[in-house]
């Protein structure tokens, strides 16, 4: 099993802003990812269109083609959870630098930035940086189907002893 694996991917669900009203006069959200069959989520956060989870989920990671896909939700208690919209990101870039060998270059240097466009779902430039000896990447990511509302997340990369590796 562990052969197949390029390494694990630590998404920390870092907030969500400006989301969308589901219940009354609020939302009790919640984030599912998707990466191929696998499906990780939040915890709920009660009341709170401006959610802080601050969570780390981490996916294992055995093509780096396939797209991070996300979910936000408003947990319901007596009926289907409601959709509060969706996005997906890839990690191509991410991966892309990992590959590259940064070990001399000084913590906080931006590696690359990834731009908005109708293909992705960043709602701005998207920074990748070395940070205590590890690359990093924060993105903001614009919900879809939806009225309004973004997700913030942070990327890092964990590599697994026995795996194939990048």
């Known amino acids: ?9 630590r998404v920390r669900v ?3 802003v400006n989301l969308a009203v589901r219940d009354m006069r609020s939302s009790d959200p919640y984030v599912v990812l998707r990466m ?4 990780l989520k939040t915890r709920v956060i009660r009341k709170n269109v401006n959610p802080e989870w601050n969570e780390e989920l981490t996916l294992s990671v055995e093509d780096s083609s396939l797209p991070v896909r996300l979910e936000v939700y408003d947990k319901d ?6 959709p509060m919209g969706n996005a997906e990101f890839d990690i191509q870039s991410f991966v892309d630098v ?3 060998n940064l070990e001399t270059i000084p913590n906080g240097t931006v590696i690359k930035k990834v731009a908005p466009t109708r293909q992705n779902c960043l709602a701005e430039e998207s920074p990748i940086y070395w940070s205590d000896g590890k690359v990093v990447q924060d993105l903001v990511l ?5 009225e309004c509302g973004e997700i913030e997340l942070q990327l890092r990369w964990v590599n697994v002893p026995g795996s194939k590796g990048l």
Do not use: A
């Not at 191929?36 to 499906?39: S, W």
């Not at 208690?77 to 409601?82: E, L, N, V």
């Not at 614009?142 to 939806?146: D, I, K, M, Q, T």
């Open 14 to 16: 870092v907030r969500g």
């Open 77 to 82: 208690t007596f009926s289907m959870d409601d």
């Open 1 to 9: 099993m562990v052969e197949h694996l390029l390494g694990l991917l």
């Open 98 to 100: 990992l590959k590259m």
């Open 36 to 39: 191929g069959k696998q499906k």
């Open 142 to 146: 614009r919900l879809r189907n939806v």
